[in-house]
């Protein structure tokens, strides 16, 4: 069976600093995969998407960036973290290339800026 | 752009009431509408999904109706338990090949027992 793992699940880090998350999808190949963030009671804002791994679209300008070094392996990445990135970051992904197929996410991280 | 809406944002329900959540959303290209369960500090966890070819689509307490004309599709939650208590969304695909989805704001659903 499929799984997705995401690291940390908690994260507090000083305005400035930078950032990296992980996430890695296991028991799929060639995974379509997300990068999402949901604010506190708030809905889910796609801010990347990768359908392989030269192929990565941002959907929302920001100081965040997204990179997949392996085909089952997405990062996101900021080098100076602002206020504004705080929130919760999930990851998920779906059949390769097959429309009407659910994501499946990860349990997330929380990311607070201090 | 492409949006969905959901309705209402929170929804308090006594146990063994029913719950019913809605959704416009306004792509009429949009083909596929899953349906998630959030639970606090945890993803979003897929419940049901609804393929535009049906109306209508069952799984055990959880239903869920699609209104292609109307552009709009529902959640129904029969006989709640307070572990029904979550945040629920709602989300249509986007065309051109995208494998995209948007989300609606979600709704918060808490069951009183």
């Known amino acids: 069976s499929q799984t997705i793992h995401q690291w940390p699940a908690t994260l507090v880090q000083p305005v400035g600093s930078p950032l990296s998350l992980e996430c890695t999808v296991e028991g799929t190949s060639n995974p379509n995969l997300y990068w999402y963030r949901q604010a506190a009671g708030r809905g889910l804002q796609l801010l990347f998407y990768s359908i392989g791994i030269d192929q990565i679209s941002s959907e929302v300008p920001q100081n965040l960036s997204a990179s997949r070094p392996q085909d089952r392996q997405f990062i996101l990445s900021s080098k100076k973290l602002l206020l504004s990135d705080s929130g919760f970051y999930l990851c998920a992904w779906s059949a390769f290339r097959r429309g009407n197929q659910p994501q499946h996410f990860g349990d997330g991280t929380r990311l607070s800026i201090l | 752009g492409e949006n969905v809406e959901q309705h209402p944002s929170t929804l308090s329900v006594q146990e063994g009431d029913s719950a019913v959540i809605k959704c416009t959303y306004s792509?009429?290209?949009?083909?596929?509408f899953p349906w998630y369960k959030q639970e606090l500090g945890k993803g979003p966890q897929l419940i049901i999904d609804i393929r535009s070819n049906v109306g209508e689509k069952k799984d055990q307490r959880i239903a869920v109706t699609l209104n292609k004309t109307a552009k709009h599709f529902s959640l129904h939650i029969t006989e709640t338990q307070p572990e029904d208590s979550a945040v629920y969304f709602c989300a249509a695909s986007v065309t051109s090949g995208t494998y995209k989805y948007i989300f609606g704001t979600g709704t918060r659903l808490k069951v009183l027992a």
């Open positions: 792509d009429s290209a949009s083909n596929y």
